[in-house]
């Protein structure tokens, strides 16, 4: 029977997946574990799934001695040694996608927010002024949107603005399909010429690190709003704190920083806190109640159908085979193999000595990795099975039960 561990207080649609797939042997633990606990559950664990807080390091992973597969219930998966957990054939799957839409809305409702100077009559009202006027507040309608970095979050915050009434622009280093009636601008400084509202949803990586400072700044069109929900390291927050002081740009919404607070007491420390037209969000574009429904879903699912068929569609640090049902009466074995010269030759042969016919079969390779899922009839499998574990280039071997 698979053993699923559960850490750090996954989200109840994740039972319910494993439960309807007929994986009732499930542990589920309320928060992150100590080491010595944590050793304990991994040493019988077949599958765990964790957050943030659980570190899957190497040398605890050669502690999980049963252990086939890892789900990440969010999106980093830094947590884990992802090279040690390929080398010892575990793929790890995360859920990327199920947070797009909640970034999505919070990035609009910044938009609608900034544009009317919300942050700062909100401010006022509180210290007891109620500066009534319409100056400097705008509706979205009509106004144009630049979008840096036109991937899942942008296109998502692309479709909903039009929605809105606004024109949609985008810049991104690959070439995108406009969603839409979305443009793709002919370069970022033209973007930023041309936006209204300025909001960035690229990577962190060399390329975007301050993809918007003072230089950037100066190209935005007077009085535009700038939002970032993406990484901490794509904005200059000092030239930033300068354009805002300048009022070059109007308002601000920041969720993500270079620095961010450790714990939920320690603060957060930029110059952007306290300024009346920025709204500072702790990292949370992501955070929601259906993000966190999808997240369970999602990963439970990808586990399942490794569990089941050995799919390793969307892992992190393996090998990609998609989906595929089982041949009628066949059985599928799993090989995880050192990327050699003639393995898949080495593998067939031993199958043709045991007698065993091949219905058929995929490989994928990743790296020094070799992932090969094989449904095989005609003939006891045990024997196969042993030769291959001692074979030198055998990673991992596994028989699915029907
Ligand atoms: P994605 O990978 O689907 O899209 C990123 C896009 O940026 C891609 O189209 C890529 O080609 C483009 N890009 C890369 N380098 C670029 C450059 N130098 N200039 C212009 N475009 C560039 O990623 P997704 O899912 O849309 O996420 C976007 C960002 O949002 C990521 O940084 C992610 O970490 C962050 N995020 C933040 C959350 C929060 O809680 N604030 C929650 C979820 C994601």
């Known amino acids: 029977m698979t ?22 042997d499930i ?23 964790i957050r943030s807080r659980t570190q899957l390091t190497k040398e605890r992973l050669a502690a999980a001695a049963h252990l086939k597969v890892i789900g990440c219930f969010c999106i980093g998966t830094n947590q884990v040694d992802l090279n040690a957990a390929m080398h010892s ?40 002024h109620w500066d009534k006027t319409a100056t400097g507040a705008y509706e979205t309608r009509g106004k144009t949107l630049g979008i840096i970095g036109y991937g899942n979050i942008g296109g998502q915050v692309g479709t909903l603005a039009e929605s809105l009434g606004m024109r949609v622009i985008f810049h ?66 000092d030239a930033l704190h300068e354009a805002l002081q300048s009022g070059k740009v109007s308002g601000a919404a ?11 007491d320690e603060p957060l420390r930029s110059p952007l806190v306290n300024m009346p037209n920025v709204i500072l969000t702790p990292h949370i574009g992501g955070s929601t109640m259906e993000a966190q429904e999808n997240i369970g879903r999602e990963v439970a699912e990808k586990l399942v159908a490794f569990l089941q068929n050995g799919a390793t569609k969307g892992a992190v640090n393996f090998p990609e085979l998609p989906n595929t049902p089982r041949e009628e009466d066949a ?15 080495t593998l067939n042969n031993l199958f ?17 990795i070799g992932y090969v899922l094989t449904d095989v009839a005609g003939g006891p499998v045990d024997s196969v099975l042993e030769a291959l574990r001692q074979h030198s280039f055998t990673v991992r071997v596994e028989r699915f039960h029907s």
């Open 352 to 368: 043709a000595e045991h007698g065993l016919n091949i219905a058929s079969q995929s490989l994928q390779t990743r790296g020094d």
């Open 27 to 49: 542990v589920a633990h309320a928060s992150a574990l100590g080491n010595e606990q944590l050793l304990a559950e991994l040493s019988t664990a077949n599958a765990v799934g």
């Open 89 to 128: 054939g575990i793929p790890v799957f995360n859920a990327p996608f199920s947070n797009t839409r909640s970034v999505a809305e919070l990035v609009l409702a910044e938009a609608i927010l900034l544009l009317r100077r919300v942050p700062e009559k909100n401010t006022r009202v509180h210290q007891g």
């Open 172 to 237: 991104d280093v690959e070439a995108k399909l406009p969603l839409g009636n979305a443009r793709p601008a002919p370069d970022l400084a033209t973007l930023l010429a041309e936006s209204d509202v300025v909001t960035l949803h690229v990577p962190a990586h060399r390329s975007t690190e301050n993809i918007i400072n003072a230089e950037t700044l100066a190209q935005m069109k007077q009085g535009a709003v700038l939002i970032n929900a993406s990484r901490g390291t794509v904005v200059d927050i």
């Open 3 to 24: 053993k699923i561990v559960l850490f750090e207080n996954i989200h109840p649609s994740a039972h319910a997946v494993f439960h309807a797939a007929g994986f009732t």
């Open 254 to 264: 920041i969720d993500v920083f270079p620095a961010e607070p450790k714990s939920p």
């Open 331 to 345: 059985i599928r074995i799993l090989h995880v193999h050192r990327n050699v010269p003639g393995a898949l030759a």
